[in-house]
T-cell receptor, first 114, second 113 residues
Framework: QQQVKQSPQSLIVQKGGISIINCAYE??????FPWYQQFPGKGPALLIA?????SEKKEGRFTISFNKSAKQFSLHIMDSQPGDSATYFC?????????????FGTGTRLQVTL | DTEVTQTPKHLVMGMTNKKSLKCEQH?????MYWYKQKAKKPPELMFV???????INESVPSRFSPECPNSSLLNLHLHALQPEDSALYLC????????????FGDGTRLSIL
């Protein structure tokens, strides 16, 4: 019940295209859903996050869509650029009191081609 | 540059050595985390400190010993590690309540000979 399922495992998109990564969760106690971007040799960097009282959040070219009833959320990268080539992790966390315990998806390796 | 600083960036050690990984943050966060990440896998939580007290230990072997000397520092003491412990060790910090973004350092790449 603690798992977050992420798909696809890898994704190749042409420059200017839309990249879409999907995640699904089971635990209805999750109340915070961040997306992280990780480049080789670097730590994960917070990209964008959403809470379940909102169905969509947009920051620049990045949009999270959230479907609470389906227990699914997705990341859309508009006008994808070669610099977006990285591994993306969705995550979810629930109320643990004084900390934020993240459950990560398995990751999606995105390659944006010219 | 990340706001969570980890040292060293790389570490090679033998199975009988004792070494420590260090993490520092100056964002005023009162929750700090250690993760282990193997290649092409997501980070796996090891330990959580909240207000300098250990609040979560994800059944990590005792050869890993965390320490939080103050609100800005987090250490991970290593002793008698195994080759399978070779991985990227990530530190993160956040505000000390639920649903807060975690900020990661760039990690220490650990290789066990």
């Amino acid at each position: 019940q603690q798992q977050v399922k992420q798909s696809p495992q890898s994704l190749i998109v042409q420059k200017g295209g839309i990249s879409i990564i999907n995640c699904a969760y089971e635990n209805t106690a999750f109340d915070y859903f961040p997306w992280y971007q990780q480049f080789p040799g670097k730590g994960p960097a917070l990209l964008i996050a959403i809470r379940p009282d909102v169905s969509e959040k947009k920051e620049g070219r990045f949009t999270i869509s959230f479907n609470k009833s389906a227990k699914q959320f997705s990341l859309h990268i508009m006008d994808s650029q070669p610099g977006d080539s990285a591994t993306y992790f969705c995550a979810a966390s629930g109320n643990t009191g004084t900390a934020s315990k993240l459950t990560f998806g398995t990751g999606t390796r995105l390659q944006v081609t010219l | 540059d990340t706001e969570v600083t980890q040292t060293p960036k790389h570490l090679v050690m033998g199975m009988t050595n004792k070494k420590s990984l260090k993490c520092e943050q100056h964002m005023g966060h009162r929750a700090m985390y250690w993760y282990k990440q193997k290649a092409k896998k997501p980070p796996e939580l090891m330990f959580v400190y909240s207000y300098e007290k250990l609040s979560i230990n994800e059944s990590v072997p005792s050869r890993f010993s965390p320490e939080c000397p103050n609100s800005s520092l987090l250490n991970l003491h290593l002793h008698a590690l195994q080759p399978e412990d070779s991985a990227l060790y990530l530190c993160a910090s956040s505000q000390a309540y639920s649903g807060q973004p975690q900020h990661f350092g760039d990690g220490t790449r650990l290789s066990i000979l």
